[in-house]
Each structure stands twice: as C-alpha cells, then as structure tokens.
C-alpha cells in the first residue's frame, strides 16, 4: 500500500478564464478500487491526464507508483493482438497472460488475430488484461463500458472486482456498484472521496442535499423575520428619540435621560437582530453550492392515426452472403418503450437502420405506417462541428428551445460559445439527445444514447421517459436504466 497525495492542485486549460480545479487536496491509497463520477465537462478525464503529467499544473502530486491509462493507445492496429500485448508488457509471462484471459472469457485464439479483426468488447478485454499483467502500476480506467453490450459489462464488472488499484471512471450505477469501495466525486466546488460504492454515495450525497435545503428554508424564514423585526425595533428607537424633544400629555417636562436610555436600547437590540441576520446569511451561503441542478425535461411526441406504428415480422437481414439477425417478429404500438437487447453484432444497430428508412437486404414482412415520422439519435457522434445556433438552424429546430433543454442538462453559458468539436464526449450525445426532444416526430429510436453521458443526467432522462411515456424504441447496455424505463424488451 502506498499513497497519492494531491496537494493544492490549480489547473486550467490555456486561454480559459475558469480554473477547472482550484487548491483541491487529498489522498488515494492505491490499494482502492476507485470510481470516479462527476457530469460531463467537469474534468475527469482532465484529471486523469495530469496525473499522467500530461499538462502542467500548480500545487503537488505525488505519488510512488506509476499510472497506465486505458484505453491504451494501439499505434498499429493491424498487428497481431500477442504483439500489441508486448508492446505493452515486453516481460509478461504468458501463463499470467492466460489466467487473466480465461477471468475475462476470452479465447486464446485472439492472440493469433489482427487487434483490429477483434470486436470492440474484445479490444477492451484484452487491453485490460495486458495492464493489470504489470506491477505496481496504479490504472486510470476511463469509461470502458461504452463498447460493451450488457452481458460484456457484467463480465468486465466481475473481473475489476477482483482487483485493486485503479481509478474507474464510469456512468453505469450497476458496474460501479458491482467493483468499486470507494468514490471520488467532482462536485461543484471540487474533488471529495468517500468510502462505499456508488449507491452508498449517492444515498449520502441525497441526504445531505435534503439537509441542506430544509436547513436554506429555514435560514430564509429566520432572515426575513429578523430583518422584518430589526426594522420594526429601528423604527420604534426613533420615534422614541423624537419624543425627547416634545412634552409628556400631563404637561411635564419629559425625563430625556430616560427616553435617551431606552431609544438607545432598542437601537442596540436592533443592531443585534442586524448581526444575528448577517450570520444567518452567512451560514446560507454555504449551503446549497453542492446539489445538482436536474430541472425536469419535457417532450412533446406527435400523435400518431395508428395505434399500430411499425410491425416485422419473421425478418432476417443480411449483408452480401452474412446474415446478421434472423427471424426478428415484434411490433411498436404507440406508448411502447422498447429495449431492443442482445450481444454486439446480434443486428441490433441493422433493425433500427431497417425501420429508419435505409435500403437493407432482408426477407420476411416489415411494415411502417405512411407518414410515420422518426427522430433518431445516433452511437457515433464524430461529425459533430460548428455552433450550437448552426446546428439548430440546419436542423430546424427551435434554438432557444434547445439550448434551454441543454441548460437543463448542466451545459454553462460558456458552452454555447465554444465549437461542438471541442465538446466531451458527453457533452457531444447530450447535443443529439436535445436536438431529438426538440424534433416533433411519432417515434424516437435511441441506439445508446447514455454513453459517455453522466449519471444525473441519465436520471433526468429516466424521469422523462417515465413522465411523458414517449413511443420509444432504444439500445441501451446499462441494466439500471432498461430496469427503470422498458415497457416490453426485445432479445436478439
């Protein structure tokens, strides 16, 4: 066991007026199995990347191991796999190489094959088991499930379990539920960890926003009594004071002393009410700088004149003389929400492409209604570029809408100015998912809308869907949002 200390870390990218961390100080003992959770933008790879020396930076980190990152970067990827793993790992033994293999499912035949000829979920296992071959190295793991299908992430999951030093960045609740004992958060005002796994952090997380904001509600009310009695008590010292001056109703001289003492009573009593406000004030403000901001989302879905908007039955489809899905019979009704399901390469992505409209080669009957109109939210995000008032406009769709829809998924002002290009990856999906509940269509069909998205905005996204009950069809590989949002699920 040995530590890694961060002492006062300040880092901002050139140019940027914003300092992405600011004198943030603490310690990872690298014997922990870490996840890292924060929203999209706030510097989590950006981290990981300093503690690579990647950038420079102010304050201190220390540390008396050495970090890999993953996804390692592959040069050539048609090599064979066994020489992308000693490129690697020139020392590793192969009987280690096996064991880790054999924990991750994978065949030793992959060795022997072009890294390239290996699915993404083979990739991902592969490089995984090639760095934990090394000692002392302590693994920043960024997002690797975004490739894995749900089987692949339970597998990955259960290996990461049984290990230890690493950092994992990850949006998937049930992975990091499944391998992670402790949590560093980028919250608002910067890094904090905890013990416990994600839904332990979340719990507190939870419990400590609902004190913050009951504990706000009554500071409020106390502020505005006090300030509402401080100005009654002000009010009464001078009209006292102006009495020292008039005559009492007996025709007596009034006692000014008297009146003098007691107007300046009530002032000080006044002052005190103001000092006691000032406090409440000031303890206000440090509430509240934490919670989240996951304002509701809406969607407005066109009615279709069909209950019955899209139907296959008993299709296969094929590309050239390689059939990629066979015998596939489901129907979409309105008000269906339906996870279409099934390992990489089961032809998921091939149906969505069918219904969306593009000219495959298939046998059996598929039907869609006339008229029927699609919003469709694309895996690949790599082509996004320009400004968001661009986009909006080649789109047509309404750009204060979407760019209210972004503000509610954690998008700064800032954001709007900065080209899409420069965007996270995160950020880039949340681009399409807004553009999609700005679209007035039937059906949306999402093929894995929440990579590279975070936590609370897929939460935002479940409640959506959950509210308004949209005819939806979507490929998603993270088991808690299908659990929370499938109507009827469709296994391929």
């Not at 091939?350 to 008229?371: A, H, M, P, V």
Request: proline share 1%.
């Amino acid at each position: 066991m040995s530590l890694i200390n961060v002492t006062n870390l300040t880092f901002a990218y050139d140019g940027s007026y914003d300092n992405i961390f600011e004198n943030a100080s603490f310690q990872i003992d690298t014997d922990w199995k870490l996840g890292f959770t924060g929203r999209n933008g706030r510097g989590k790879t950006t981290f990981l990347n300093l503690l690579l020396g990647k950038y420079e930076y102010a304050g201190h980190i220390s540390a008396n191991v050495g970090f890999d990152y993953f996804p390692y970067p592959v040069q050539n990827k048609q090599n064979l796999t066994l020489d992308v793993i000693e490129d690697i790992f020139p020392d590793y033994q192969h009987w280690q190489l096996m064991r880790e293999l054999s924990l991750l499912k994978v065949s030793e035949d992959v060795l022997y094959r072009p890294f390239d000829s290996l699915s993404n979920g083979e990739q991902t296992k592969v490089l995984l088991a090639a760095l934990f071959l090394k000692e002392n190295r302590f693994l920043l793991i960024d997002e690797p499930t975004n490739h894995l299908d749900m089987h692949a992430r339970k597998l990955v999951s259960d290996y990461l379990k049984t290990k230890k030093g690493f950092i994992l960045v990850s949006h998937d609740r049930a992975f990091l539920d499944n391998c992670v004992d402790h949590i560093l958060s980028i919250n608002k005002t910067g890094l904090e960890i905890q013990k416990g796994n994600f839904s332990d952090w979340w719990e507190n997380k939870q419990r400590q926003d609902n004190f913050e904001l009951a504990e706000n509600d009554k500071l409020k009310k106390d502020i505005k009594r006090l300030s509402e009695a401080s100005k009654r008590t002000g009010n009464w010292s001078h009209e006292v004071e102006k009495t020292k001056n008039g005559t009492r109703n007996s025709g007596s001289k009034v006692d000014k002393g008297y009146i003098g003492h007691k107007a300046a009573k009530m002032m000080k009593r006044s002052k005190s009410m103001e000092h006691r406000q000032q406090s409440a004030m000031e303890e206000k403000s440090k509430l509240l700088n934490n919670i989240e901001s996951s304002e509701s989302l809406k969607i407005s879905q066109l009615a279709f004149h069909k209950s019955q908007l899209v139907e296959l039955d008993h299709v296969s489809i094929s590309y050239g003389d390689k059939m990629v899905c066979g015998d596939i019979s489901f129907t979409i009704e309105q008000g269906d929400r339906i996870a279409l399901s099934g390992k990489n390469g089961s032809g998921k992505s091939s149906i969505i492409k069918l219904i969306c409209g593009e000219d495959l080669n298939y046998t059996g009957t598929f039907r869609k209604g006339s008229q029927l109109k699609i919003s469709y939210v694309s895996q690949d995000t790599s082509r996004l570029q320009g400004n968001l008032s661009d986009y909006a406009a080649d789109n047509g769709i309404e750009e204060s809408l979407f760019k209210s829809i972004l503000r509610k998924l954690d998008f700064s002002r800032v954001q709007f100015e900065k080209d899409i290009s420069a965007y996270s990856g995160g950020q880039k999906k949340k681009v399409l998912i807004a553009k999609s509940l700005c679209e007035k269509v039937h059906l949306h069909i999402w093929d894995e809308p929440l990579n590279f998205i975070d936590v609370i905005s897929r939460m935002q996204i479940e409640e959506l869907l959950l509210e308004y009950s949209p005819t939806i069809l979507f490929v998603e590989h993270d088991s808690e949002f299908c659990n929370q949002i499938a109507t009827k699920i469709v296994e391929l």
